[in-house]
């Protein structure tokens, strides 16, 4: 049996086929999400990130940027006080971040 929901402070988990989704007739057990179809539902980072203006960083800010700290940036003549923009090593993009008076201060933070 396939498991829906996890209660980490139960220890114990709950069978799609016990919730309400299921009861109510706008969801099968065919219409979950699975191991095997997981794929169709996860799109790349980048492709989320297409539209946005990238600021490519050395790997040395993109240290301080995962930890929090911002990083001043203070040629970037693109960007306009409380753009948003996508920092970069290469292209692996790092995160998300506001400009700030010259500065590249993180908002979103990539684990990858």
Known sequence: MRYLLSEERCNK????????????GGMTEDDGVTGSNTKSFVIPIE???KSMFKVE???EDAGKIRKGQEVV????RNLKNHDICC???GSVPIAICSFIYGCVKPIRVFNI
């Not at 940036?73 to 970037?76: D, G, I, K, V």
């Open 57 to 59: 960083i050395s790997l």
């Open 13 to 24: 988990a709950i069978p799609v086929s016990a919730t309400w989704m299921t009861e109510g």
């Open 87 to 89: 920092t970069v090593v």
């Open 73 to 76: 940036l203070n040629n970037l």
């Open 47 to 49: 492709s989320a990130l």
